[in-house]
């Protein structure tokens, strides 16, 4: 991967967001607007539409880029030494500006009236839950993320199907923890719509919480599970 450019990786990562960021919020959207309220079959609609999404971003620039299509899997590959500070910088950067350019995109595309009255799709703190719990529950979420990236994608004794279990893996943890933050567990595409809809409430949680289970996993895996002798 050394010899592709930075700017096609760059461009890699934010496609990467773009796609799921625009899947992932338009399906809250769109769920919302058919049932008037997330209930349970919404929810299961909304963790598909994400796992889906991101199982076909990673997959797609996986090759480019390595496919971290979140701002806290590129943290944690920093601190594995996977990538360097200038380049996870830029995919940071990226990843940002593509999960604006998704919500903005849907600003332009979806009911005005809908998407305001979601913030477009900004995640958010249920009733009940605060700032701490909500970052212990984006930090275990993204924590389980970040693993089965290392298992899947990073680890070379692992089977070769793509992203697609990672895609599982966001499947399920938005089905588990989707009612009590919104299931984020991805900077980028809670700080998108927060930008695009000035929501900016608790925004620090969705950055803390997944930037330390990232880290957390991706340590744990590299030095506790991961071969030295298949280390990429």
């Known amino acids: 991967m050394d010899d592709i450019k930075l700017k096609n990786k760059l461009a890699a990562e934010l496609l990467g967001v773009f796609v799921l960021t625009f899947l992932g919020a338009g399906s809250i ?19 598909l539409a994400h796992g889906i999404a991101l199982a076909i971003a990673v997959t797609f620039a996986m090759a480019i880029s390595g496919g971290h299509i979140n701002p806290a899997v590129t943290i944690g590959m920093f601190a594995t ?22 919500v903005s995109m849907l600003s332009l ?4 009236q809908l998407g305001t009255s979601l913030n477009w799709g900004t995640p958010g703190l249920a009733n009940g839950i605060g700032v701490l719990q909500g970052i212990a529950i984006e930090g275990v979420g993204t924590f389980m993320l ?14 070769k199907i793509g992203g697609f279990g990672i895609g599982l893996m966001l499947a399920a943890i938005v089905m588990a923890i989707g009612p009590f933050t919104g299931a984020a567990v991805n900077p980028a595409i809670s700080i998108g719509p927060a930008i695009v809809s000035g929501d ?3 925004w620090f949680v969705y950055w803390i919480g997944p930037i330390i289970g990232a880290i957390a996993a991706a340590l ?13």
């Open 146 to 159: 970040m693993l089965s990236v290392f298992g899947t994608a990073v680890d070379q004794r692992a089977p």
């Open 200 to 202: 900016f409430a608790n």
């Open 220 to 232: 744990i895996y590299e030095y506790a599970i991961l071969d030295r002798k298949t280390r990429k």
């Open 29 to 47: 959207l769109s769920t919302s607007y058919q049932a008037g309220s997330m209930g349970f079959p919404q929810l299961v609609a909304v963790a």
């Open 81 to 102: 030494k996977r990538i360097s500070a200038r380049n996870a910088a830029f995919y940071i950067a990226a990843q940002i500006i593509g999960a604006v350019l998704a």
């Open 109 to 112: 595309t979806f009911p005005t």
